[in-house]
């Protein structure tokens, strides 16, 4: 069986999950996570829709998307007061699978940015377009820049869950602390019901083979697995499971998707059967999970 008859397999799912995949840290790998995730949730036969409320149009990078594209085909024109359910979706790995969507961001969201906290429902204004008109996917992944306002605030108010990957080291390790906070702060002042839940933080860009801080964070040997001779409670997924919050088993960095994207790939295209690609499985069999559970 190809990749192509796979994906046209469909699954019903129960719900829709719409996830906020967000940190406040530059280089953390969500966009590289959003990529890899709507492919892994496309080939077990669910839609995936990705929508980038970033400037920088990063998520060319690995889909092939032309850079920076005109308003009224990126999620500006979401944001329009005329807008009336045309979202400007664009297939992404058209000839692999026939579930993954994109809308774009890129500069033309320059002029949302700017005009969101004038309008009485400006962080609601994508819940509210989602709501009004429902998109046909089963999966959203909002992939949101490093500065959590206003888009990543706009995002945390259209999902139903938070997903933060965090590299192991000093600057994010720090702000960890800081987006918790704004987490919950957002859920008080936005009165968010249901409150989105956090589906879990990942330690992303992890090279446990050379880079010693990276296994010190996260109490791995240079094989990346758990090391038996210290005491783990002080090290970051212990501390991040103390606090109620699931932490995923760590992503590690790999020069295959700097390979990848330069062919405009997901790893799981580009490589299949890496075992760097295998690392978000995970992620995807709780994303599976939430969707089917009846």
Not at 165 to 174: C, G, M, Q, R, S
Not at 190 to 209: C, Q, S
Not at 244 to 253: K, N, S
Request: with cysteine.
């Amino acid at each position: 069986m190809t990749l192509q008859q796979k994906s046209s397999q469909s699954k019903v799912a129960q719900r829709q999950i719409r996830i906020c995949i967000a940190s406040n840290a530059g280089g953390s790998g969500k966009t590289t996570a959003a990529v890899h995730l709507a492919y892994a949730i496309a080939a077990k036969g669910f839609k995936v829709t990705i929508i980038e409320l970033d400037i920088s149009s990063s998520l060319s990078t690995f889909t092939g998307l032309s850079m920076n594209p005109e308003p009224q085909d990126s999620i500006a024109t979401v944001f329009e007061p005329d807008f009336a359910g045309n979202y400007p979706l664009k297939p992404v790995w058209a000839e692999k699978t026939d579930k993954i969507t994109a809308i774009q961001g890129g500069e033309a969201i320059e002029r949302v940015i700017r005009e969101i906290p004038l309008n009485p429902r400006g962080h609601y204004l994508l819940q509210d377009r989602l709501e009004d008109y429902p998109l046909a996917a089963d999966v959203i992944l909002f992939d949101t820049p490093a500065t959590l306002e206003p888009m990543g605030v706009v995002a945390l108010a259209a999902s139903t869950h938070v997903l933060s990957p965090i590299k192991p080291e000093n600057k994010d390790a720090e702000g960890f602390a800081g987006f918790i906070r704004w987490y919950f702060r957002q859920l008080s002042e936005l009165r968010l019901r249901p409150k989105p839940e956090i589906l879990g933080f990942v330690p992303n860009r992890v090279d446990w083979a050379e880079t010693s801080m990276h296994r010190n964070f996260l109490g791995l040997n240079k094989q990346g697995k758990l090391r038996t001779d210290i005491d783990l409670s002080d090290t970051l997924p212990v501390l991040i499971e103390e606090m109620g919050i699931h932490c995923f088993p760590a992503i590690r960095q790999s020069n295959y998707y700097l390979n990848a994207s330069l062919e405009r790939l997901p790893l799981q295209l580009y490589r299949p059967g890496c075992d760097a690609a295998k690392d978000f499985d995970p992620i995807t069999d709780k994303i599976v999970e939430l969707l089917t559970e009846v």
